[in-house]
């Protein structure tokens, strides 16, 4: 099975930020098993690197998004994608339509929503963020 993950489960795991960590932990575990094929917007790596950067460094920022890269597929992120996640009518902007490609079946594995309503794909939340 596929899953797209968000920015913010990487962050959990990379920052071991509690009580998120545990979830994105098993995230990558099942990832690394093999039982699921992990994919990240290609925005994902940008964001990631200068949150990283601020809070560990450039060399600690530049080690994680090789360790990303090895492990996760990345999904292109064009006008198209943006303009589909616009009309999800969601609260928050996201961009779970670069889901829509990715072989079935797939799902979203967000800390953000509240609601998965209008998804193009079905949302894994666990431990949601307020």
């Given at each position: ?12 795991l ?25 994919y ?15 809070a ?5 920022a ?5 360790r990303l890269?090895i492990g ?6 064009d006008r198209?994608t ?11 902007f996201?961009v779970?339509s ?6 079935q079946?797939s799902?979203?594995a ?6 998965a309503?209008?998804?193009?794909v ?7 963020r307020?």
């Open positions: 099975m596929n899953i797209l993950i968000d920015t913010y489960i990487v962050l959990d990379l920052l071991e930020r509690k009580p998120y960590v545990e979830s994105a932990t098993a995230i990558f575990d099942h990832i690394e098993r093999g039982t699921l094929t992990g990240i917007a290609a925005t994902t790596i940008t964001n990631i690197f200068y949150i990283l950067r601020k560990k460094g450039r060399d600690v530049l080690a994680s998004i090789q890269l996760l597929q990345l999904c292109a992120v198209q943006v303009e589909t996640a616009l009309n999800l009518g969601l609260t928050g996201y779970p670069i889901a829509k490609p990715l072989k079946p799902i979203w967000s800390q953000a929503l509240k609601t309503s209008n998804l193009p079905p949302a894994w939340r666990s431990s949601m307020s």
